[in-house]
């Protein structure tokens, strides 16, 4: 056989072989997390907000945003109106004074941070607003002369999938297994997200071990996303021990949490 046509058919074949890890290869694979691959959830409600989070190293902070008297919100309904919870100050401003002071969100340069905001009224407004500020935190969220080093996931009511492609480099996507996302927007998805419960089949007493049934559920749910090369997260997971490790066999990529201690502890002695 020729040596170069031999070559060419062995850089075929390993081409194939490649390609079929993305599609196919990451189903089911057993995850062993780090506080990288975990979303503190409604961190801003937590006392105190950000520290806690930000000291073990979390991947994802979250925070509800709502439009109340002209004024955009930290908050997750009208009830959390007193709190006067503002953005800026729990989050980007720290965030500001770290990266101007290390170049990086973590005092370790391989640590990633990115913020998650579910908006929870007025999309257009609160997207609107949310532009102006990668406008004026271009340390963060990137500009000519800045990298992006904080991404922002768009969470709750999110843009219409027509307009993705527009948006902001810093800007991207938690995505739905109900949305048809085209292969040429994949690259603006952070992560799919879906509730727990409307994935487990069947009554589900929350907490109890899920039946064989039920995790070829969760797990079909996990393939669906790993086969388009996207991340998965659920939320409304029970958060304890047992559906830590469940995700985790699972494949699930980010895991939700109000417990970081906890979860901290958990992941430190598996």
């Not at 085209?182 to 109890?208: A, C, D, E, K």
Request: glycine share 6%.
């Amino acid at each position: 056989m020729d040596l170069k046509y031999h070559i060419h058919c062995v850089r075929i074949t390993a081409l194939l072989v490649f390609a079929h890890g993305i599609l196919w290869g990451q189903n089911n694979v057993p995850r062993n997390y780090t506080m990288q691959d975990v979303l503190a959830h409604n961190d801003y409600q937590k006392s105190p907000p950000f520290t806690t989070a930000y000291k073990y190293g979390v991947g994802i902070f979250e925070a509800d945003l709502i439009l109340h008297d002209g004024r955009v919100k930290v908050a997750h309904d009208s009830s959390e109106f007193h709190h006067n919870w503002d953005l800026e100050e729990i989050y980007l401003k720290p965030l500001k004074r770290y990266v101007i002071r290390r170049g990086s969100p973590y005092p370790d340069p391989k640590l990633k941070l990115a913020l998650m905001l579910d908006i929870k009224s007025h999309p257009e407004t609160i997207m609107t607003w949310i532009r102006a500020l990668i406008g004026a935190y271009p340390e963060l969220f990137g500009s000519s002369d800045h990298p992006v080093r904080v991404p922002i996931i768009i969470s709750g009511i999110r843009p219409p999938i027509n307009t993705w492609a527009d948006l902001p480099a810093s800007i991207f996507i938690d995505g739905r297994l109900t949305d048809s996302i085209p292969i040429s927007l994949r690259s603006r998805v952070y992560m799919v997200s879906s509730s727990f419960s409307s994935v487990v089949p069947g009554s589900w007493n929350r907490g109890q071990p899920l039946s064989s049934s039920q995790i070829a559920a969760v797990r079909a749910a996990v393939d669906q996303v790993h086969q388009q090369g996207l991340k998965i997260r659920f939320w409304g997971v029970p958060d304890q021990p047992y559906f830590w490790k469940l995700q985790g066999d699972l494949g699930v990529d980010i895991i939700g949490s109000d417990h970081l201690a906890e979860l901290a502890r958990y992941i430190s002695d598996n």
